[in-house]
């Protein structure tokens, strides 16, 4: 390697970095057609010491990062290894120096505090529960158990928008706060069902007026089948009112996330 001049700037004599995705143990193999960050995609590579490794790619520092192709191929790399090893995932943006400094600045000091979190974490990964109302449906369940609602839509039928707005905004309250308790105990319901299957659950926040649920859980790769059946079963008794989904097996985010120093 040839030494810097005097005329480079620091940004001119490290171009590249190393991107890291996640820790996983040492016998992890990357797949010939990994996609990593970047534009193009890095080449995902596996930098190992003892008993964990480190999924890693190349990476253009003057490049941008941090499009929605990046944030995707973050996600879908771990997911796939979640799917066949345990893996701690790294926040979006960890990047260092070289391969090198991945090994001796993040995998060696920190190696059995990751393998010890690697061995808790056994064959668990996570599973995302996201449930969205009917809109119909679940207007027509406010309007018929609050009858203030109920009296305020009446005032309303025939009657212009301008001359009826502070009725409206009042009738949009009403109907936001009776959602937001349906949503609290239906959440609830979500997680009463299916934390017999998990070893830990979540609740995240609403990310839509109308979801009725997202929880989060942490449940062993093979009970998956019994994760399905039981939202199915809930699925059925809310038909026509809420309608469910299964997002997973997807790597632990919301339970795991290791840190890496920022280069």
Sequence with gaps: MSAPTDSETPEQQVSTGCYVYGIAPADLEATSDARGVGDPPGKVSIVRHDQIAALVSDIDLGGPLGTPEDLLAHQQLLDAAASEVPVLPMRFGAVMTDPEAVKEELL??????????????????????????????????????????????????????????????????????????????????????????????????????????????LAELGRQGELEQALAELGREWEGRVNLRLLGPLAPYDFVVAEAAQQ
């Design 108 to 217: 060696a000091p920190h190696h059995d505090e990751f393998l010890a979190a690697l061995n808790e974490l056994g064959g668990r990964v996570e599973y995302v529960v996201k449930g969205r109302y009917v809109e119909e449906a679940i207007l027509s369940e406010v309007l018929s158990e609050v009858p203030t609602a109920q009296e305020l839509r009446q005032q309303l039928i025939g009657q212009p928008e301008d001359a009826t707005r502070n009725l409206r905004i009042q009738l949009g309250e009403i109907i936001n706060q009776a959602i937001t308790a349906k949503r609290d105990a239906d959440t609830a319901k979500v997680v009463e069902a299916l934390s017999q299957f998990a070893a830990a659950t979540a609740v995240r926040e609403p990310t839509h007026e109308q979801d009725a649920a997202h929880v989060v859980l």
